[in-house]
């Protein structure tokens, strides 16, 4: 709600205040996040294409970025971007490890930047 706010502050389009909040966008984010973390290697065959589950988050914000920018104000991209950075953040600090007892998931194969393509990662 905060962001909408700021845009409308910025940019002066009542249309703004009273974009659509929610969906179930935010939802099928964390769905795709939570199969990044569990899944990351394994494919997603579809009609002799393999997607690796890793690339799953940053397809479909690229997807929710083209549509919202087609169809509609923008709201179902931020819902989504939004969806997918919580859920990052709380399987990478919150998540409980009932095998180990610790919180989050600390490996190099979970980071922020993973998210993204690998050509963006710093060497």
């Keep these: 709600m905060i962001t909408y706010i700021f845009l409308y502050i910025a940019f002066t389009k009542v249309t703004l205040l009273y974009a ?9 984010s964390g769905l795709l996040v939570g199969l990044k973390q569990a899944l990351p290697e394994e494919e997603l065959e579809f009609k002799g294409v393999g997607i690796r589950f890793k690339y799953l988050p940053l397809i479909y914000l690229g997807t929710c970025l083209l549509l919202s920018g087609i169809f509609s104000d923008g709201s179902y991209f931020l819902m989504a971007l939004y969806g997918t ?6 399987i990478r600090y919150y998540q409980r490890r009932p095998e180990s007892g610790a919180t989050g998931d600390q490996s190099d194969s979970f980071r922020l930047v993973t998210l993204f393509p690998e050509s963006t990662h710093s060497t």
């Design 85 to 90: 950075f919580f859920s990052w953040f709380y």
């Design 20 to 28: 659509r909040l929610g969906g179930f966008g935010v939802s099928i």
